[in-house]
């Protein structure tokens, strides 16, 4: 692999280049390795897997097992992207010590190279604490999810002038707390812009508009995985609900009418012996 491998401070020289930041989720070895062959320049192993994997209607019920073990399946297969994995809901709120041995685990067990926590100015110590310990902080303002109760719903933030000054105020405040980076999800165009314009470290935005450092979005959003969920801050470049769809039905079809599988799927005779072309037909290389 001749590129080199992405960190926090090459996504920082990104910022000052004026060059934009691609940051896409992943949760499985087998999308983690198609996402690290492009041209991405971060792969997050979002609390979204609570959704898009384990079909919640929130990210609430996502606890740090989940993230270590989704983090460890990426990192077993990334080699060039920088990997981020969140911090999920009450793995960093009840105590700075927590927020550390949290990190700490998902850093030394899964793999990753940096952790992502959603909040203001009530986690800077924790955070401050987690950089401290040499691990790079992402922090995430605006619709956070896991506020999804205090906000009422999935609602888009900072939209009075108070609200907007708090989220400004709390991104300087996440800078000075130690962050590389900061998500802003879900407010106005604006005031992103305004953030991104104030803070020398890189936003990264999902539905803030276009005035951000940079972009995230969910992978199976993008793909077009769920016909279903076409929210107004996506854009999907591709259709894979249909290719899916397709191919299931096609193996279902030529099963049935015993097209599938054919001679040419098939072994034959003393499967002990080692030279055959077909030795270790399990090993998938990614
Ligand atoms: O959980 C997630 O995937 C996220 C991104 C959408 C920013 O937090």
Known sequence: MTNPLVTANSLQAKKRRSEKIVIITAYDATFAALFDNTEVDALLVGDSL????QGHPNTLPVNLEHVIYHTAAVSRVTKRAHLIADMPFMSYQVS???AVESAGRLVQE????????????E???HIRRIYNCGIPVMGHLGLTPQSVHRFGGFKVQGKDATAAQRLREDAHILVEAGCYSIVLEGIPAELAAEITAEINIPTIGIGAGVG???QVLV?????GLNPNFR???VKTYAELHKQITQAVQSFVSEVRAESFPT??????GDLSVTNDSNDAPYNRVH
């Open 212 to 214: 951000c450092d940079g």
């Open 263 to 268: 001679d040419a799927h098939s072994f034959h």
């Open 123 to 125: 986690f800077a110590t």
């Open 96 to 98: 700075v010590e927590q």
């Open 50 to 53: 609570g959704m898009v994997i």
């Open 219 to 223: 992978c199976y959003d993008m793909l």
């Open 110 to 121: 899964g793999g990753a190279h940096a952790v992502k926590i959603e909040g203001g100015r």
């Open 231 to 233: 929210p107004k801050f």
